[in-house]
């Protein structure tokens, strides 16, 4: 019996002190937080995206509070996260244009062929690295999805080789741009639907023997697109966002049938 | 005098096959001229060169065509005469594109006027050596390419006792530098000191692995009476010997500090080919316009050492080997432990080329992305003493904070871990990628 | 095959292994002593290796389908967990414990950590200590053996080596037998009780040499653990020969053997640094002396090395070597 009494005594004790002494820690090592930081870290979609440039959504919590960021970084918020923002802070800014991701570039498998048999890493930028990627068109999509896995809400799908955004469930944070090895992602308005699904520089000639779905440089589309909303660089027929295009005719005079409506 | 063997062996390195024999015995052919020879701006290690020619431009071998665009950059030559065709980028046997001009001979071969030998180069002073080295457009011809005048023209506060001439040539398949040495020995000997006078280095070695034996005789012999302080090194037979830092601690004991130079332990290294292009440029006055270029591999139908112009493809250097027998599944510029594969033969050789190599189905090794089981096997073979395995995960993690940590920017890319690999990882395209990643994000923390 | 030329990264060539032959390597070393146990034991080694690496084959097919995972049953692995598993089980075991302790080691031990490669413990010695656990009586029920040189009691007896001296030194405070010429020789070649696949030392060494010779393992695990465990029970011998067996018969013994060339050695589960090996090695025989000299269990082979597995990533951590061209004896960066 003394044995019970002395083995309840001496756990039971060590116990209390233990919990004395996290119940002191707690009350003198506290560190202080402006409760807001909390509240604007639960406000934000949580999806530390990266999109607003700062290492995930508590890090953008706390540049708001205390380095006076905007308060319309937060693409994936939207209106919403931005009105409450602007609520717990008294600031007031406009909401971004809604924006979504697009791959510029169409030559899947069946138009694009490859130029040689890549073996390693399945990674664009690893694949680039290594013979400057197998892909027939030196500009195109490679394929390997490293955009896709850094979506952090899964909204790139490869289809047929290439990498397709879906507008509906891109959240605009940006994270799939930085991937790719090719530069051949833009952040688009999502109201555009018309695009040119092409990125190639090279000249006619080349991108015809690369790719049947390629931009040749033929400016048909410049000339029949009102008031210059797309423009010439250099071989490469490129829309330019800021101006209205709405005009189907683009669309069906293309020869490389890469101008497309999405 | 013999020659001594080397007191000292860097950690790891591994045994492949040699392959030596296709071509070692193949005495160096020249090449008759292409139809058509494209000659890289980037050809060297740093800034590419700036193009001083356009398309119609008729050209004389040896003049400029390609001006250094920098310090750390090299001047690029016409390597025959002819006119231009084109000034265009294309790919690079290492992927990026750069611009390269493509020139058409005109079956003269013409010299650029102002070309003057200088037989007697001792009368030439430092300055002089270093500016001829500069004007010349040597760069490093064993593989990296690193400018051969920002090599002898060290910061004036180091100061280098020791020159090591690199003669390992631990790549297996290669026999360019070995052929060099049995046939040029005298001419590099005169070249390691021509070399040594601008570095004011008071000792030279010859470094040659001892499956050499020949190489070494021939070094040995036509050592120069009046040097005094040099030697011809045998190294053990051991991939990668000729890895500069790994061949400085084999023949000297002295290692070179971890992210530091040759220099910092007060040593240059330059390889056999370079030596020979110095003594070309110094002597004879003539630019760097051609290279010795072991062609061979099991479909080449006659393998053999070709002295050919910078700017020759592939096809043609195929071409004069006899062609090929059988299928080709594998295009390499290069050795095979680092060479870079290559989507056909079309791409041209450049400075560093020193080799094609060719391989059949039945050799191409293929990568998987097989789980790492931990045998430890890169770890005890790493030249460098890291530990592949983990920054190969750190990397398939995308972690390159740790990596970097875990010293990955200490790789050599030398290729020993992923030989030895039983579950067939691409570990060395983990650390390419994962090097290439940290330079990435501390340029961007400098800026 | 395409037409097209192969582009990967360097290196083009290879040393021709791969982790196929690495796995077909250690099965060949452990033909020798499978051969031994089935001469001593009979259809019942037989019995259980069969059960085991037929059940830890198809519960690694299985599993691996279940978890969507593509890699085939090809790279050998799980024949080897059967094998080492059914080695270390008593020759009287039930099928269907045997069974039972093999779809643990699959799936529990190996699949569900991510599979091959990803395994902290080895997934043999894991199903074998669950067994040990689960079923002590059954795990532990030995065949009859006769002692060549009995000091007392019955020269029959249905004990290990190990678990006799163990029960007799803690009942009559003297050792059950001398450890003579005879003994050792038994022990060496495998005319003892124990595990199917423990008893013969000879047959062990053998493939143990096979798989150095194919540079499967190093010698660094092997030679630090048998050595901790000589010098330690040396030791022991030395200070009371009276209650303690000489360090030969502590090598010859129980699973040390087996222990030492082919479960410590996983190349999963241990270091993969060179002193980290050596640091392995040693860890793994101070624990099991400490084991079976002051240990509730006669044998502390399993119990060491899956210790000492626990541990290996900090052994790796710990031993990572010096960088080329890093100031020597100064701290490493973390």
């Known amino acids: 019996m003394t044995m019970v009494i002395q083995t309840a005594l001496t756990i039971g004790g060590a116990g209390l002190a233990c919990g004395g002494l996290l119940a002191l820690a707690a009350k003198f090592l506290a560190v202080k937080e402006d409760p807001r930081i909390e509240e604007i870290n639960g406000i934000l979609p949580g999806a530390n995206c990266g999109g607003c440039g700062y290492a995930g959504c508590a890090a953008y919590a706390e540049a708001v509070l205390l380095k006076g960021a905007p308060i319309n970084l937060c693409a994936p918020g939207g209106a919403e996260v931005l009105g409450h923002l602007a609520d717990i802070t008294g600031e007031t800014a406009k909401v971004a244009e809604h924006k979504v991701a697009i791959v510029l570039c169409g030559g899947d498998v069946s138009y694009a062929p490859r130029k040689f048999d890549y073996n390693g890493v399945a990674d664009c930028r690893a694949a680039q690295a290594t013979g400057g990627g197998d892909k027939s068109c030196s500009y195109g999509c490679l394929g390997y999805a490293s955009c896709s896995h850094a979506c952090p809400v899964g909204a790139i799908e490869m289809v047929n080789g290439i990498a397709k955004v879906h507008r509906d469930l891109c959240i605009s944070c940006g994270s799939c741009i930085r991937t790719c090895p090719r530069h051949l992602i833009k952040m688009v308005p999502y109201a555009r639907t018309i695009h040119v699904m092409c990125s190639s520089k090279d000249k006619g000639p080349v991108v015809k023997k690369a790719c049947k779905v390629g931009c040749i440089g033929c400016t048909i589309c410049t000339k029949l697109a009102e008031n210059e909303s797309i423009k010439m660089e250099g071989f490469l027929a490129v829309v330019d966002y800021d101006k209205e295009l709405d005009n189907d005719a683009v669309i069906e005079k293309c020869p490389g049938k890469c101008i497309v409506r999405i | ?447 | 095959m395409s037409d097209l030329a192969i582009v990967s990264s360097s290196p083009h060539a290879h040393s021709g292994s791969s982790v196929r032959r690495i796995m077909l390597d250690v099965i060949i070393a452990l033909v020798p002593a499978l051969l031994v146990s089935v001469y001593f034991f009979g259809w019942d080694a037989l019995r259980l290796t069969l059960a085991c690496v037929i059940t830890c084959l198809a519960a690694e097919a299985l599993s691996r389908k279940a978890m969507g995972r593509n890699l085939g049953i090809d790279d050998l692995s799980a024949v080897i967990t059967g094998m080492l598993l059914a080695f270390n089980l008593p020759p009287t075991l039930p099928t269907w414990m045997a069974v039972v302790g093999s779809v643990f080691a699959i799936v529990i031990c190996k699949q569900l950590f991510g599979g091959i490669g990803y395994n902290p413990f080895n997934p043999a010695l894991a199903g074998r200590v669950m067994l040990l656990i689960s079923f002590p009586v059954f795990m532990t029920r030995w065949s009859e053996w006769t002692l060549p040189s009995p000091l007392a009691m019955d020269a029959v007896t249905s004990a290990t080596p190990l678990g006799l001296v163990k029960t007799t030194i803690g009942s009559t405070g003297a050792l059950p037998f001398t450890f003579d010429g005879t003994t050792m020789l038994q022990l060496f070649v495998g005319n003892q009780n124990g595990c199917i696949g423990e008893v013969s030392a000879a047959a062990l060494l053998l493939g143990g040499i096979y798989l150095l010779v194919r540079r499967c393992i190093t010698w660094h695990i092997p030679v630090a653990y048998l050595a901790t465990v000589a010098v330690f029970s040396g030791i022991l011998w030395m200070h009371h020969p009276q209650q303690n067996l000489p360090p030969h018969f502590h090598l010859l013994s129980g699973g040390l053997m087996l222990g030492a060339l082919f479960m410590a050695t996983d190349m999963v589960t241990s270091p993969v640094t060179k002193r980290g090996m050596l640091v392995f090695g040693v860890g793994c025989g101070i624990l099991t002396m400490l084991i079976r000299k002051w240990g509730g269990y006669p044998e502390g082979v399993s119990f060491a090395i899956l210790l000492m597995n626990a541990i290996t990533p900090l052994i790796n951590r710990a031993t990572r070597p010096r960088v080329f061209g890093a100031p020597k004896g100064g701290k490493k960066q973390s």
């Open chain 2, 1 to 447: 005098m013999g020659f001594i063997k080397a007191k000292f062996n860097a950690p790891g390195g591994v045994h492949p096959a040699y392959h030596k024999d296709l071509a070692a015995e193949q005495p160096i052919a020249e090449m008759p001229l292409s139809a058509s020879l494209v000659v890289s701006m980037s050809q060297h290690l740093g800034k590419p060169a700036a193009p001083t020619v356009k398309k119609g431009d008729s050209v004389l071998r040896g003049q400029v065509i390609g001006e250094a665009a920098g310090f750390i950059s090299a001047a690029v030559h016409a390597p025959t005469s002819g006119t231009v065709k084109l000034v265009a980028d294309v790919a690079t046997a290492a992927g990026p594109r750069a611009t390269a001009i493509t020139i058409e001979p005109d079956g003269e071969d013409t010299w650029v006027e102002g070309i003057t030998p200088c037989p007697d180069w001792h009368q030439q002073d430092k300055k002089e050596i270093v500016e001829k080295i500069a004007a010349a457009g040597i760069t490093g011809m064993g593989g990296a390419g690193f400018p051969t005048h920002v090599k002898v023209s060290p910061p004036p506060d180091s100061e280098i006792d020791t020159l090591i001439l690199n003669g390992a040539e631990c790549e297996p398949y290669l026999t360019a530098d070995y052929r060099l040495m049995l046939e040029k020995a005298t001419e590099i000997w005169q070249g390691a000191l021509i070399i040594a006078k601008a570095l004011d280095a008071k000792t030279i070695y010859v470094a040659i692995e001892d499956n050499k034996p020949q190489a070494i005789a021939a070094m040995q012999e036509a050592l120069p009476a009046e040097v005094g302080d040099a030697q011809v090194v045998a190294l053990k037979t051991e991939y990668p010997q000729g890895a500069e830092k790994q061949q400085i601690f084999a023949v000297t004991g002295r290692e070179v500090p971890a992210g530091g130079l040759p220099l910092n332990v007060g040593i240059v290294v330059e390889n056999v080919g370079t030596t020979l292009a110095v003594w070309d440029a110094v002597v004879n006055g003539r630019p760097l316009t051609e290279r010795v270029t072991t062609v061979t591999g099991g479909p080449v139908a006659k393998p053999g050492n070709v002295l050919a112009r910078i700017g020759t493809s592939c096809a043609d250097m195929v071409e004069f080997c006899g062609g090929t027998e059988g299928p080709v599944a594998k295009i390499i510029s290069g050795g095979p432990m680092m060479g870079f594969a290559q989507a056909d033969m079309s791409g041209p050789t450049t400075k560093t080329t020193s080799g094609l190599l060719l391989l059949d189905p039945t050799s191409v090794h293929a990568y998987e992305s097989m789980p790492c089981i931990s045998c430890g096997r890169c770890v005890g073979v790493c030249p460098m003493n890291l530990m592949p395995n983990e920054l190969s995960q750190f990397l398939e993690a995308e972690d390159y904070e740790t990596a970097e940590a875990y010293n990955v920017m200490d790789c050599i890319e030398c290729g020993c871990c992923a030989f030895e690999c039983p579950a067939h990882r691409p570990l060395v395209q983990h650390m390419r990628r994962g090097k290439a990643q940290v330079m990435l994000n501390r340029r961007k923390q400098a800026s």
